[in-house]
């Protein structure tokens, strides 16, 4: 079993469903400061992993109506801050956290400087209130083959559809690329529910989009105040995720 092999054992075994590789070549192009060269001197290739996220988590607006245990008037606001976001993003950033640095002590332990950085970043309040990703896991994903971009602004894959969250590991080791997808997976102009569904109107197209070619970068923007706005007038959370129906057996009738 060669290293690739090896990292992409380790990182199923402690809970990844996805895992791809991208050579740092695939990143050329990127935003200044981004590049994982720049990142890391001496990089040559990006571990990318992913963790599906449960079905009944993106569900959660519709979860335990009629509870003897919760009353309805705090239903949305419980499921919200205790079932959603610790099991849509807290417990599953710690998962990847924790597989991201045991695939960085297994590369430095053979001699291959290594990095990752936490699967969400925080602000830096008195200093930096919007700072920014110092790393873009997106793409690295799509460009490790896991997926490509969807009108969501996010990675779609062919198996868990936009329902994952990724972390990455930034190594000089020479590891063996993966293949890009062969063909689309967001259904793009056919389908629009991820642009049609969101109550704050989030998302634009960006002008001269191909709509029948892979995305490997975003065809979209995020209006970051309409989509927090959104999330104040409706239980929105995970909604763009949710209506997506890639993934989903072919099909998830609108809500």
């Given at each position: 079993?060669?290293?690739?092999?090896?990292?992409?054992?380790?990182?199923?075994?402690a809970?990844?469903?996805?895992?791809?590789?991208?050579?740092?070549?695939?990143?050329?192009?990127?935003?200044?400061?981004?590049?994982?060269?720049?990142?890391?001197?001496?990089?040559?290739?990006?571990?990318?992993?992913?963790?599906?996220?449960?079905?009944?988590?993106?569900?959660?607006?519709?979860?335990?109506?009629?509870?003897?245990?919760?009353p309805?008037?705090?239903?949305?606001?419980?499921?919200?801050?205790?079932?959603?976001?610790?099991?849509?993003?807290?417990?599953?950033?710690?998962?990847?956290?924790?597989?991201?640095?045991?695939?960085a002590?297994?590369?430095?332990?053979?001699?291959?400087?290594?990095?990752?950085?936490?699967?969400?970043?925080?602000?830096?309040?008195?200093?930096?209130?919007?700072?920014?990703?110092?790393?873009?896991?997106?793409?690295?994903?799509?460009r490790?083959?896991?997926?490509?971009?969807?009108?969501?602004?996010?990675?779609?894959?062919?198996?868990?559809?936009?329902?994952?969250?990724?972390?990455?590991?930034?190594?000089?080791?020479?590891?063996?690329?993966?293949?890009?997808?062969?063909?689309?997976?967001?259904?793009?102009?056919?389908?629009?529910?991820?642009?049609?569904?969101?109550?704050?109107?989030?998302?634009?197209?960006?002008?001269?989009?191909?709509?029948?070619?892979?995305?490997?970068?975003?065809?979209?923007?995020?209006?970051?105040?309409?989509?927090?706005r959104?999330?104040?007038?409706?239980?929105?959370?995970?909604l763009?995720?949710?209506?997506?129906?890639?993934?989903?057996?072919?099909?998830?009738e609108?809500?």
């Amino acid at each position: 079993m060669d290293l690739t092999q090896e990292l992409t054992v380790a990182a199923r075994t402690a809970g990844a469903s996805l895992v791809g590789v991208a050579p740092v070549e695939r990143f050329k192009g990127a935003p200044t400061g981004h590049h994982p060269a720049e990142l890391l001197p001496g990089a040559r290739s990006v571990l990318t992993f992913g963790i599906r996220l449960l079905d009944r988590v993106l569900e959660w607006p519709e979860l335990l109506k009629g509870s003897p245990l919760i009353p309805e008037a705090c239903r949305l606001d419980a499921l919200n801050a205790l079932f959603y976001k610790r099991s849509g993003y807290d417990i599953v950033n710690d998962r990847l956290n924790q597989i991201a640095l045991t695939l960085a002590n297994q590369l430095e332990d053979l001699g291959y400087p290594s990095l990752f950085f936490p699967a969400t970043y925080g602000a830096l309040p008195d200093k930096m209130p919007q700072l920014p990703g110092m790393f873009s896991q997106r793409h690295a994903a799509v460009r490790a083959g896991l997926g490509e971009f969807g009108f969501n602004n996010v990675v779609v894959t062919n198996r868990y559809g936009p329902r994952v969250r990724f972390n990455s590991v930034i190594t000089a080791a020479p590891l063996t690329p993966s293949a890009l997808p062969a063909a689309k997976t967001c259904l793009g102009i056919d389908c629009r529910l991820c642009l049609d569904e969101c109550p704050g109107r989030a998302f634009s197209l960006l002008p001269g989009s191909c709509h029948d070619r892979l995305w490997l970068d975003p065809v979209s923007r995020t209006d970051w105040a309409a989509c927090r706005r959104g999330q104040l007038a409706s239980p929105c959370m995970g909604l763009c995720l949710r209506v997506c129906p890639v993934g989903r057996n072919g099909s998830l009738e609108r809500q």
